[in-house]
Nanobody
Framework: HVQLVESGGESVQPGGSLRLSCAASGYTASRYCMAWFRQAPGKEREAVAT???????TYADSVKGRFTISRDNARNTLYLVMDGLKPEDTAIYYC???????????????WGQGTQVTVS
């Protein structure tokens, strides 16, 4: 049984920083594609950052240079460090994972419950 549990979301002022964590169980995070998505009120869910089974990362243009995705294989945990936060970063952030190493278009197999980030 695969579980993804996010944590770290909170309210911060513009320009602040946060680190989100996604602890995986029943799943080997190091082998596969994992990603962070977000969904703001009234907007569609969007991919924020991905990391594939080889550690290659991609970012949405809106967060490039401010957000960093990484993975601690020993802890089986995915992270998202968010610097220079803006009010438009306010959203529920979700961790997602696939059962293949490649990221890119397509569905994700597993999702966390989400963690709220508010920037104001």
């Amino acid at each position: 049984h695969v579980q993804l549990v996010e944590s770290g979301g909170e309210s911060v002022q513009p320009g602040g920083s946060l680190r989100l964590s996604c602890a995986a169980s029943g799943y080997t995070a190091s082998r596969y594609c994992m990603a962070w998505f977000r969904q703001a009120p009234g907007k569609e869910r969007e991919a924020v950052a991905t990391i594939d089974g080889f550690g290659w990362t991609t970012y949405a243009d809106s967060v490039k240079g401010r957000f960093t995705i990484s993975r601690d294989n020993a802890r089986n945990t995915l992270y998202l460090v968010m610097d220079g936060l803006k009010p438009e970063d306010t959203a529920i952030y979700y961790c997602a994972a696939r059962r293949i190493w490649a990221c890119g278009p397509g569905e994700y197999d597993y999702w966390g419950q989400g963690t709220q980030v508010t920037v104001s």
